[in-house]
């Protein structure tokens, strides 16, 4: 069965500085992997994803993530983080199938 | 464009009451998603259509129906309201499956009291 974990429910960081949102995921074969962002009283925005090939993907506002197959992970990250980064933030996992499975979700607090 | 059109935003039901969540897409999208959203539990899916005529259930089907019969509009019905039906609903849509991206709409807030 496919699964996704976020082990932090929230992560803070002050803003100019790099961050990290942890995921890793459980499925069988290759996965596509997502990122998607959702804002205060918004539906979820989609902000980036892997499928095959390099495994550092970028994507929306700055963001990227890493793929890593060993450690079974898809880290987001960013180099320098905004207030406006401030959000939830969900990593999703899908295999060749209908599903798209999502984690719990990780709230990002960026501090002036 | 506009995406993915969710009615009503908000709701409060009696328990027991009946409802029907309306979504509706513009993009011609085959894939259609209802997801719910409780606090710390991320979203779980609770049904999904590949296409028109076609539904199937996801992890959390209980207490819900849905139906699609056409491209455009995947409802969703709850028959006699719980509390633990609470929640914000989410109706998405995609293309197809795979690395195909989720469209979704703006959310229907539901309260059962």
């Known amino acids: 069965a496919q699964s996704v974990a976020q082990p932090e429910d929230q992560v803070n960081v002050a803003e100019g500085n790099p961050l990290t949102v942890k995921c890793t995921y459980s499925?069988?074969?290759?996965?596509?992997l997502f990122w998607y962002v959702q804002y205060p009283n918004r539906g979820l925005q989609f902000l980036l994803k892997y499928i095959t090939g390099d495994n550092l993907v970028k994507g929306s506002y700055g963001f990227e993530a890493e793929f890593n197959k060993s450690q079974t992970s898809f880290h987001l990250k960013k180099p320098s983080a905004l207030v406006s980064d401030s959000a939830l933030y969900f990593c999703?996992?899908?295999?060749?199938?209908?599903?798209?499975?999502f984690g719990t979700g990780t709230r990002l607090q960026v501090f002036p | 464009n506009a995406g993915v059109t969710q009615t009503p935003k908000f709701r409060i039901l009696k328990i027991g009451q009946s409802m029907t969540l309306q979504c509706t897409q513009d993009?011609?999208?085959?894939?259609m998603y209802w997801y719910r959203q409780d606090p710390g539990m991320g979203l779980k899916l609770i049904y999904y259509?590949?296409?028109?005529?076609?539904?199937d259930k996801g992890e959390v089907p209980n207490g819900y129906n849905v139906s699609r019969s056409t491209t455009e509009d995947f409802p969703l019905r709850l028959e006699l309201a719980a509390p633990s039906q609470t929640s914000v609903y989410f109706c998405?849509?995609?293309?197809?499956?795979?690395?195909?991206?989720?469209?979704f709409g703006a959310g229907s807030r539901l309260t059962v009291l």
């Open positions: 999703a996992v899908r295999r060749n199938t209908d599903k798209l499975i």
């Open positions: 998405a849509s995609s293309g197809a499956a795979g690395a195909n991206v989720l469209t």
């Open positions: 499925v069988s074969g290759n996965p596509y």
């Open positions: 259509s590949v296409g028109a005529g076609i539904t």
């Open positions: 993009m011609n999208h085959n894939y």
